[in-house]
Nanobody
Framework: VQLQASGGGLVQAGGSLKLSCAAS????????LGWFRQAPGKEREFVAA????????AYADSVKGRFTISRDNSKGLGYLQMYSLKPEDTAVYYC???????????????WGQGTQVTVSS
């Protein structure tokens, strides 16, 4: 499975962005979709995840209530809608596929190349 994240950019604090994750192959619908992010000098951190069935979701406390994860298995697409962005949300955002609703990056098998999100104050 190959993944490609897109939709990043430069936005002012309080603004919004919607990231997309496009997957090749039919296996997309078999896996949990996760979003992670990595800021300069920091470790990659969990942002959100959604089960293969687009059922239960999980969010990092830092984004809960501001970000929404979703997916469309028929199109092989995943999304991360981000509202009320803050400068501390600045990072490279990665989408990934894994076998369970994990919060550790090591639990995810397939990774996209990342898309830069920059939030100015």
């Amino acid at each position: 499975v190959q993944l490609q994240a897109s939709g990043g950019g430069l936005v002012q604090a309080g603004g919004s962005l919607k990231l997309s994750c496009a997957a090749s192959g039919r296996a997309f619908s078999l896996y949990t979709l996760g979003w992670f992010r990595q800021a300069p000098g920091k470790e990659r951190e969990f942002v959100a995840a959604i089960t293969w069935s687009a059922g239960p979701t999980a969010y990092a406390d830092s984004v809960k209530g501001r970000f929404t994860i979703s997916r469309d298995n028929s199109k092989g697409l995943g999304y991360l809608q981000m509202y009320s962005l803050k400068p501390e949300d600045t990072a490279v955002y990665y989408c990934a596929l894994g076998g369970s609703m994990g919060r550790e990056w090591s639990q995810y098998r397939y990774w996209g190349q990342g898309t830069q999100v920059t939030v100015s104050s």
